[in-house]
């Protein structure tokens, strides 16, 4: 098969489960949502905050590196990440149990202490994770990554179904999250050919702090970039508002988490594999440009013309204020997606000190907000403080990127993409909002507005797309054998 066939086949699996990954995340979370009240939304909300508070603070990409490695196929080292593994759960669920009540305190749910004491199961769980199924996809083997990401996801709505039934409180969170671990690690091993071991080789293990450090650096710094806004809401405002806070941040988190696993795991193998011919691997930073910036257009378009229809069909009225900071965060988010294209090469590249470094100067804007806070501030302000963070990360990242004398032309179609993609945007979202009727509490004017919205975004990424002669060209590629196809068929009716 050819590389560029292997390349639909994967990208098509990855984006059917992400897709599913999606739509199950939202159910999930709209169950819960419209089965408490606001306050109760807001304590299960601090749950997801302490474990990726423990997570990306402790985060060493061990997946990645039997991805990016040259010999990250071999059993030794297959071996080495899953003891290190192991190793990491121990230490940071033994952390999460001892933080568990500063954490209580600082959102002022002392009474919770013993929900976060258990959430150490998720992290000793997880150390239990079988690793295989990532490494096939240096083969281009995305169909282990595909059931891994989407199975438990649709199993966790049923999860949710049933907690419901049994829970009328921040439980049903609880209930959720242990048990989508549970069936994740159950998974993993699952769908692995090789037996589960453990080795300790210390070269295969430096090697692999090597890579990680930069990232665990990064991971603490991400801590900040993706959950500082929710910190600093949950210790300076009440739990009704980090409700519905949280509910906007969610819906806006969801598509760039969905795009940057579906990205990642996509470009990571072909970058990695295709360092050695220049010309391959610089036309692929290009394409990886160019669907980072059209996805941030879909985003964008889509939060800003149907962000308010959105929050309504799908959580309800008593989640409405959402609507009122969902365009911010859709702006930050959509910068942090272009970002990805710059990160991802550096990483395939084994730089991962590009992402730590950009992240660095993107915390900037973490202190902008913690003044905001203290100030009691709307909490629109604070969602705004983002935005300007994200783009001087960005500038950082690619001014750091190593694409020798292939840099000027990325660069180039970088600042085409953000002035066509800034045009595009404007465009639509002059025009079409003040064509829809004004809000209200119909949901025929929401489920129109998202209708609108959803077709409008996908236009606007089209039409981005095909501004760029690569794509052009690709897509005249896919279409010609279809046409020499069609061609040889009427001849041979003749």
């Known amino acids: 098969m050819s590389l560029r066939l292997s390349l639909l ?27 408490i009240d606001t306050e109760n939304f807001g304590v ?41 593994q192991f190793l990491k759960g121990l230490l940071i669920g033994a952390i999460q149990f001892a933080i568990a009540a500063p954490i209580a305190h600082l959102f002022g749910i002392d009474d919770k202490v013993w929900a976060f004491q258990l959430l150490a199961v998720v992290h000793v769980l997880t150390g239990f994770m079988h690793f295989d199924f990532v490494v096939r996809q240096r083969r281009m083997e995305f169909l282990p990554t ?32 242990l048990l989508q671990t549970l069936m994740q690690v159950a998974l993993s091993h699952l769908l692995a050919r090789r037996p589960y071991r453990w080795a300790l080789r210390r070269q295969l293990a430096r090697r692999k702090l090597i890579f990680a450090w930069p990232l665990l650096v990064n991971g603490i710094l991400m801590l900040g970039i993706f959950q500082g806004d929710r910190f600093i809401i949950g210790s300076f405002y009440d739990m009704q508002t980090l409700g519905w806070y949280s509910v906007a941040f969610s819906l806006c988190l969801l598509p760039t988490l969905l795009f940057a696993k579906l990205s990642g795991n996509l470009l990571m193998p072909i970058l990695a594999q295709s360092r050695d011919d220049k010309a391959f691997y610089e036309r692929c930073c290009q394409y990886a440009l160019i669907g980072c910036f059209s996805f941030a257009v ?77 100030r009691g501030v709307p909490v629109t302000w604070i969602a705004a403080t983002g935005i300007a963070g994200e783009a001087i990360a960005l500038a950082v990242s690619v001014s750091l990127v190593q ?15 953000a002035l066509t993609g800034t045009l595009i945007c404007g465009l639509f979202i002059s025009l079409i909002p003040p064509l829809l009727p004004a809000p ?3 949901l025929a004017l929401s489920f129109l507005q998202l209708a609108i919205g959803a077709v409008s975004a996908l236009l606007a990424a089209a039409l981005l797309a095909l501004s760029q002669a690569p794509v052009r060209k690709e897509l005249l590629a896919l279409l010609r054998p279809t046409e020499r196809a069609a061609r040889v068929a009427a001849e041979a009716g003749r």
């Open 9 to 35: 086949k994967g990208a098509s699996v990855l984006t059917v489960s992400q897709a599913l990954v999606a739509a199950c995340t939202f159910f999930r979370n709209v169950i819960i949502a419209r089965h």
């Open 403 to 417: 694409l020798g004398d292939g840099k000027g032309r990325f660069v180039g179609t970088l600042l085409q993409l």
């Open 44 to 84: 299960a909300s601090t749950f997801a905050l302490t474990i990726t508070l423990v997570e990306m603070t402790s985060h060493l990409a061990l997946d990645r590196v039997l991805v990016q490695d040259r010999e990250g196929g071999r059993d030794d080292m297959l071996a080495s990440a899953h003891l290190l």
């Open 146 to 177: 595909a059931i891994f990401d989407a199975l438990p996801q649709i199993l966790t709505v049923m999860v949710a179904l049933a907690a419901t039934l049994v829970f009328e409180d921040y439980r049903v969170m609880l209930a959720v999250i």
């Open 298 to 374: 879909v985003m964008v378009v889509f939060f800003t013309v149907a962000g308010y229809g959105l929050v309504h069909v799908s959580f309800g009225e008593q989640y409405l204020q959402a609507a009122e900071v969902i365009a911010w965060l859709t702006g930050m988010q959509a910068l942090r997606v272009v970002r990805m294209a710059p990160s991802i090469i550096a990483n395939s590249q084994g730089h991962t000190k590009n992402i730590m470094i950009a992240n660095i100067f993107r915390s900037t804007g973490l202190g902008l907000a913690v003044a905001l806070g203290i």
């Open 440 to 442: 209200d509490d119909s």
